[in-house]
C-alpha cells in the first residue's frame, strides 16, 4: 500500500479549502460597491471574462506561426495534460477563437456574433468547446475570475399578494448587481472604475433588469417614496455567482431534439404553471427562466450541432446576436450577456450556407474552422494521449507504430499538390516539419495552392482520428489476445485494411485511393524499419560522438578560414574537406549548399554553448543521421549478411546483439526479432547486391 489512507475528515477539509471563502456569504449592495471599486474587473461583462480566462491560465506567444498557444489547451494543467490538444491548424484555430472573445470584449462587434466552430467529425470541436466551459467553471471559483449576483429578500413584509415561498428570490437571470442602479447613476459608478480599471477594454453594463426584478424594484420603490438606499440595504443581499452547468448557472449546452418537437421555450424560457393560479398568467413572477439563453447568462452558450435546428428556430439567435436580448413569448424583452458558441459539421453548413433564407442568421456568424491535424506527428501524439488516458493492456507499442498511423490519416486530409516536383509523402513529410535548409518545397506555398484548391480549407475531410483509434485499440486487443506482448505498424496496417470499408463516415469512392495511401505508408515503414536494422547493426554511440565532434572541429576551421591540429602527428592542417563532404553526403548536401549546412550547424552549437549545454550530435536530428548514415558506410564491410537471411547462419550472440541494439531504440524482444525478419533480409540483399 502507498500513500496515506484518505479519510472522510481530509476529504471534507480538501473540498472546503477548494471553496471561494464567501461561496455561502451574503454581502450588502454597499459592500458591493467597494469592492468593485477596489477591483473592477468583478463588474466585467461576459466575453471580457472569458477572454481574461483563457490569459490567466498561461499563454506561449510563437513567433514563427504568429500564433498565441493558451495553456489551458496546449497543457491542460488543470487535468495534468489528460486533455491537450495538438498540431499547429488546431492551436491556429484556438488562436483565432479567442481573438475573436477578445475583440467581443472590446465591443468591435464579435460580442454580437455567434463564435461557429466549423469541422469535419472527430476534428476536436466539441473537445475544445468542453475544455473551454470547465476552464470557465474553474476560473469563476477563483479570486481572479470572481463574479457577483443577488437576491430579492424580505418580499412578503412589501408585496402584500406574494407567495410566502417567494418571500427570498434570487436574480432569475443572475444580473450583475449594478444593474440595481438607474441608468444614470450607475453610469456614474461605471464611468469611477473605468479610470481605475488595468485592461485592454472598458466596463460597460446599459442593461435593463429582469422583468421580475424589474416588478419588485417598482413596488420597493413606491413603498419607501423612491428611497433607493432603504430598497437596497432592506431587500437586497449579494451573493457569490459561480458558472456550474450541472446547475444550469453560467454555463448551457443547447442540444438539438426531434424536429416535430422543437419548441422555443426551451431556449427563451416558459410560463411557470405552478404560479400562476397565485399571480395570474401576465405577471412576471408567473414566468419560468428556466430557458438556454436564461442560464447561460453571464457566461457561455454552447450549441451544439446548431445548425441542425429547423430555419424558424434558429430565429431566436438573431435577437440573441445582434441586439443582445432574447424575446419569450408574450413577455417584454430580455438582456442577455453571454458568449455564444455553436458548432456544426460540413453537410449542415453547406445546407444552411446556401439557404437565402438564412441570410441574417449567417451574418451573424463568425466561423472558425476547425479542422483535421496536418502533423502526423502530432497526430500520434493524439493517440499517445488515448493510450495514456486508457488501461491500456500489458503490451509494448512498437517505434514508428503511432507515427504511421498518424501518416495515414494525414494523407487522406492534405489537398494533393500541383508541383510537379513534390508528392503528396513530401508534402506530408513538410507539413511534419521534416524541411531541410535548400530543400526545393515551399511549404508556405503549398498551403496557399491547398487553400485555393479546397472547398472549404485544407483538412475539412479525410479520415477522423476515431477510426484510427478505435482501430488501434482494436489491434492492441488482438495482440493480446494472440498473446503478443507488442503491438507492431504491421499489425496496425492490417486493421486499417480490413475495415476502411466497414467504417461508415468513409466514402464508398474514396475506399480505393485509400488503399492506395495505406501501400505508401506501408513503404515509408519500410525504409523506416530497414534504418532501424541498420542502426541496430552499426551503431556505436561512442564512435558517434567521436565523429560528430571531429566535424565540427573541422567545421569551425573552415568557417574561421583557419587550420586545424591533425590528431595523429600534431601538425596543423587544412580543414579535412574529403572527410566534411563524407558526412554530408550523406544527407545530399550538394556542393553548392554545403557552407549553408555547416553554418546551420555552427549557429547551432554556439546557440547550446551559450545556454550552457555541452556538444551532443544526438541532440541534432540532421546531423546525428549523417553521422549514422556515415558510421553504416564505415562498418558495413564487416557485417555477416547471410545471417540476416539464413537463419542458419546466425551465430547467436551476434542475433543477440542486433536484438539488444534494437531494444534501446524502443522495441521489444518479440518485436524486434519481427523486425528483423521484416527488413533484416532486404538490408541484406541490398548490400550483398552491392
Known amino acids: ?231 437596497l440595504e432592506n431587500h437586497v443581499e449579494i451573493v457569490r455567482f459561480v458558472a456550474d452547468e450541472n446547475k444550469r448557472q453560467g454555463v448551457e449546452t443547447f442540444e438539438p431534439k426531434d424536429k416535430k418537437n422543437q419548441d422555443e421555450t426551451e431556449l427563451t424560457g416558459d410560463v411557470n404553471y405552478s404560479k400562476i393560479a397565485i399571480y395570474g398568467e401576465s405577471d412576471p413572477r408567473a414566468f419560468d427562466y428556466s430557458g438556454a439563453f436564461c442560464n447561460a447568462n453571464r457566461g457561455i452558450f454552447s450549441g451544439e450541432e446548431l445548425l441542425k435546428l429547423q430555419r424558424e428556430f434558429l430565429y431566436d439567435f438573431l435577437h440573441a446576436t445582434q441586439e443582445q436580448t432574447i424575446k419569450p413569448k408574450n413577455n417584454p424583452r430580455i438582456d442577455i450577456d453571454q458568449v455564444i458558441v455553436g458548432r456544426t459539421n460540413m453537410p449542415e453548413y453547406k445546407d444552411k450556407k446556401g439557404d437565402e433564407k438564412m441570410e441574417a442568421f449567417n451574418d451573424r456568424t463568425k466561423r472558425i474552422d476547425f479542422p483535421y491535424v496536418l502533423s502526423y506527428e502530432d497526430e500520434a501524439s493524439i493517440y499517445e494521449k488515448m493510450l495514456n488516458n486508457a488501461d491500456v493492456p500489458d503490451i509494448n507499442v512498437e517505434p514508428h507504430t503511432l507515427e504511421m498511423a498518424g501518416l495515414f490519416g494525414v494523407l487522406t486530409r492534405v489537398e494533393e499538390p500541383d508541383a510537379e516536383t513534390v508528392d503528396l509523402l513530401s508534402k506530408a513529410k513538410a507539413y511534419n516539419g521534416e524541411i531541410d535548409e535548400g530543400d526545393d518545397i515551399d511549404v508556405k506555398k503549398l498551403r496557399e495552392e491547398a487553400a485555393a484548391k479546397a472547398e472549404i480549407g485544407e483538412g475539412m475531410v479525410g479520415i477522423s482520428p476515431r477510426f484510427i483509434g478505435d482501430e488501434i485499440a482494436e489491434a492492441i486487443m488482438d495482440s493480446k489476445h494472440r498473446q503478443r506482448g507488442f503491438l507492431s505498424p504491421l499489425t496496425v496496417f492490417n486493421f486499417f485494411e480490413e475495415n476502411l470499408e466497414h467504417h461508415g463516415s468513409i466514402p464508398e469512392d474514396n475506399f480505393e485511393t485509400y488503399y492506395r495511401y495505406l501501400e505508401t505508408v506501408r513503404e515509408e515503414y519500410r525504409e523506416r524499419a530497414i534504418e532501424d536494422v541498420r542502426h541496430a547493426l552499426a551503431y556505436d554511440i561512442d564512435e558517434i560522438q567521436r565523429q560528430g565532434e571531429k566535424y565540427m572541429d573541422h567545421v569551425m576551421a573552415y568557417i574561421d578560414d583557419d587550420t586545424i591540429e591533425d590528431d595523429l602527428t600534431g601538425r596543423e592542417q587544412e580543414p579535412d574537406e574529403t572527410f566534411l563532404r563524407s558526412v554530408e553526403e550523406k544527407l545530399d548536401v550538394p556542393e553548392d549548399r554545403k557552407n549553408d549546412f555547416r553554418q546551420e550547424v555552427s549557429n547551432w552549437v554556439s546557440r547550446r554553448a551559450r545556454e550552457g549545454e555541452a556538444f551532443n550530435p544526438q541532440d541534432n536530428e540532421r546531423l546525428r543521421r549523417a553521422l549514422e548514415r556515415k558510421l553504416w558506410e564505415d562498418k558495413k564491410h564487416n557485417i555477416n549478411f547471410s545471417a540476416l537471411v539464413s537463419a542458419s547462419d546466425v551465430d547467436d550472440d551476434e542475433r543477440s546483439s542486433w536484438i539488444d541494439a534494437l531494444t534501446e531504440q524502443g522495441y521489444s524482444e518479440a518485436g524486434a526479432k519481427e523486425v528483423l525478419e521484416f527488413a533484416g533480409a532486404e538490408v541484406a540483399k541490398a548490400e550483398m547486391e552491392d
Open 1 to 231: 500500500m502507498t500513500g496515506d489512507i484518505e479519510t472522510l475528515e481530509k476529504l471534507s477539509t480538501a473540498y472546503k479549502e477548494s471553496m471561494p471563502a464567501d461561496l455561502r456569504e451574503t454581502k450588502s449592495f454597499d459592500w458591493y460597491l467597494q469592492a468593485v471599486y477596489e477591483d473592477p474587473k468583478i463588474a466585467r461583462n461576459a466575453h471580457q471574462r472569458v477572454a481574461d480566462m483563457f490569459d490567466y491560465y498561461g499563454t506561449t506567444y510563437d513567433e514563427t506561426e504568429g500564433v498565441v498557444e493558451y495553456t489551458l489547451a496546449s497543457e491542460d494543467p488543470l487535468h495534468d495534460g489528460e486533455n491537450t490538444f495538438y498540431g499547429k491548424v488546431i492551436h491556429q484555430s484556438i488562436h483565432e477563437f479567442v481573438n475573436k472573445v477578445k475583440s467581443g470584449a472590446r465591443r468591435l462587434g464579435p460580442e454580437r456574433r455567434i463564435k461557429l466552430l466549423l469541422g469535419p467529425v472527430g476534428s476536436g470541436k466539441s473537445h475544445f468547446d468542453k475544455q473551454v466551459r470547465k476552464y470557465f467553471e474553474d476560473y469563476t471559483l477563483r479570486e481572479e475570475g470572481r463574479m457577483y449576483t443577488f437576491r430579492w429578500t424580505n418580499l412578503c413584509d412589501v408585496v402584500k399578494d406574494q407567495d410566502p415561498a417567494d418571500d427570498v428570490v434570487r436574480s432569475p437571470m443572475n444580473q450583475d448587481p449594478l444593474v440595481l442602479l438607474p441608468l444614470e447613476q450607475r453610469q456614474s459608478v461605471i464611468d469611477d472604475l473605468n479610470e481605475r480599471l488595468d485592461a485592454p477594454y472598458t466596463i460597460q453594463n446599459e442593461q435593463a433588469l429582469d422583468p421580475e426584478s424589474e416588478f419588485y424594484m417598482d413596488r420597493l420603490l413606491a413603498y419607501y417614496d423612491d428611497d433607493l438606499k432603504q430598497v
